[in-house]
């Protein structure tokens, strides 16, 4: 299975990105697809996860500003986030998980002005 995430970028604090991952490869149904980050000297974190029947989690840092989707059909997973903030500056790696525990390979998104 590879994870392929695209949407990263600049932006400026308020500002949206929008970020997708989709799996491809052997086909499995996920339990659970979703978002971790990784900013300059931490650990990675998890930001955003939604299992199977649509349930959500989030980190408390970006509740209410940024919304996980999935497209089960697809096997992709979405990560809209709004309102910004230079503190959501990191490498964003999508996840996806069966009994294995799939990665993809992160994008940068950098919040500054």
């Known amino acids: 299975v590879q994870l392929q995430a695209y949407g990263g970028g600049l932006v400026q604090p308020g500002g949206s990105l929008r970020l997708s991952c989709a799996a491809s490869?052997?086909?499995?149904?996920?339990?659970?697809m979703g978002w971790y980050r990784q900013a300059p000297g931490k650990q990675r974190e998890l930001v955003a996860t939604v299992g199977r029947g649509g349930t959500t989690t989030y980190s408390d840092s970006v509740k209410g500003r940024f919304t996980v989707s999935r497209d089960s059909a697809k096997n992709t997973v979405y990560l809209q986030m709004n309102s910004l903030k230079p503190e959501d500056t990191g490498v964003y790696y999508c996840n996806a998980q069966t009994a294995l525990n799939f990665w993809g390979q992160g994008t940068q998104v950098t919040v500054s002005s």
């Open positions: 490869g052997r086909r499995f149904s996920f339990n659970s």
